[in-house]
């Protein structure tokens, strides 16, 4: 069984600043996906950025990056020059074994304040 | 532009309804499913399907069931519904392929059971 654990429920960060959400999972195969999702209030689940295990680099796609350390199992996404529009709830999910199914965590809701 | 849609965005049902919720995805996915989303909870998958006719249950399927006719349609089905089934019901469908297999999700459906 797979398992995602994010221990911010919330979390504030200024306008422009950088900021980590954390994200650790638990799995036992050797083959496996990590995704993060934002959901702003109007409840759409928007995909933001994918980081297979076996890829070498850490992913980076415009403003998010994934901090991948795969020894301390850990998915940290990091939101670089934070936007009022990035306040939302983000999920971190891991995809492993089979049929492509996704096991989410609890979630992290992040605050963009001016 | 890739689209699940799910029939209802709200709906209200009475104790005892057999309630379905409609799922389509116009992507030619193999893969659907079916979460439900609770206030600090995140997202909890209820079933999946991997092809037509096909449907493996997730972590909580207890008093839910699903159907699979076409590809490209997957319905839930409360048979008898209960105020605990209220929440928030997400589908999404994704390829059945090695490597990013991010899935797209539909728009939610908030069920209210009274």
């Known amino acids: 069984a797979q398992k995602i654990t994010q221990t911010q429920p919330g979390m504030f960060v200024q306008e422009k600043e950088a900021v980590t959400l954390d994200c650790t999972y638990d799995?036992?195969?050797?083959?496996?996906?990590l995704f993060w999702y934002k959901q702003p209030s109007s409840g759409e689940m928007i995909f933001l950025i994918y980081?297979?295990?076996?890829?070498?680099q850490n992913a980076t796609e415009g403003r998010y990056s994934l901090n991948f350390q795969k020894a301390r199992k850990s998915a940290n996404l990091v939101i670089s020059a934070s936007q009022l529009g990035d306040s939302a709830m983000y999920f971190c999910?891991?995809?492993?074994?089979?049929?492509?199914?996704?096991?989410f965590g609890t979630g992290t809701r992040l605050q963009v304040t001016l | 532009d890739v689209k699940v849609t799910q029939s209802s965005r709200y709906l209200v049902k009475r104790t005892g309804e057999k309630v379905f919720l409609e799922c389509v995805q116009d992507?030619?996915?193999?893969?659907m499913f079916w979460y439900r989303q609770d206030p600090g909870l995140g997202l909890r998958l209820i079933y999946f399907?991997?092809?037509?006719?096909?449907?493996e249950k997730g972590d909580i399927p207890e008093g839910y069931s699903v159907s699979r006719e076409k590809k490209e349609r997957f319905s839930l089905i409360l048979e008898s519904a209960s105020t605990n089934q209220t929440s928030m019901y997400l589908c999404?469908?994704?390829?059945?392929?090695?490597?990013?297999?991010?899935?797209?999700f539909g728009q939610g459906t908030r069920l209210t059971v009274v």
């Open positions: 999404a469908s994704s390829q059945n392929r090695v490597g990013n297999t991010e899935a797209f």
């Open positions: 799995t036992s195969d050797p083959s496996y996906g």
């Open positions: 980081q297979g295990s076996y890829d070498q």
């Open positions: 999910a891991i995809d492993a074994g089979t049929a492509s199914k996704l096991t």
């Open positions: 992507m030619d996915h193999e893969n």
């Open positions: 399907s991997y092809d037509v006719k096909m449907k």
